[in-house]
């Protein structure tokens, strides 16, 4: 997390008690934050949850709380009378 905060504030490095948005960030950069974390780790978290966890170990404990995120069903590829469909 401290890595992503990092990265998505353009610091060299962030503590685990430093603010999201002391630091600079704002609900653009929080956005931008939430489709990294999600890429990374399947995390389901929110904006609000960046808005009432700040900081690295806040929004941590958020996520050790979070369930699990629901197993995507698999993608079937569908036909027509037989024909394989493209995309």
Do not use: Y
């Not at 934050?33 to 966890?53: I, K, M, P, Q």
């Not at 709380?65 to 590829?77: E, Q, W």
Request: charged share 30%; proline share 5%.
């Amino acid at each position: 997390l401290c890595g992503l905060f990092a990265e998505v504030l353009g610091l060299e490095r962030v503590g685990i008690d430093d603010s999201f948005f002391d630091l600079g960030g704002h609900s653009l950069l929080a956005t931008r934050l939430l489709t990294r974390l999600r890429s990374a780790t399947d995390a389901r978290t929110t904006l609000e949850d960046v808005f009432r966890a700040p900081t690295v170990a806040q929004l941590a404990q958020r996520l050790d709380r979070a369930p699990a995120p629901r197993a995507r069903p698999t993608l079937k590829r569908r036909t027509r009378a037989g024909v394989e469909l493209d995309g």
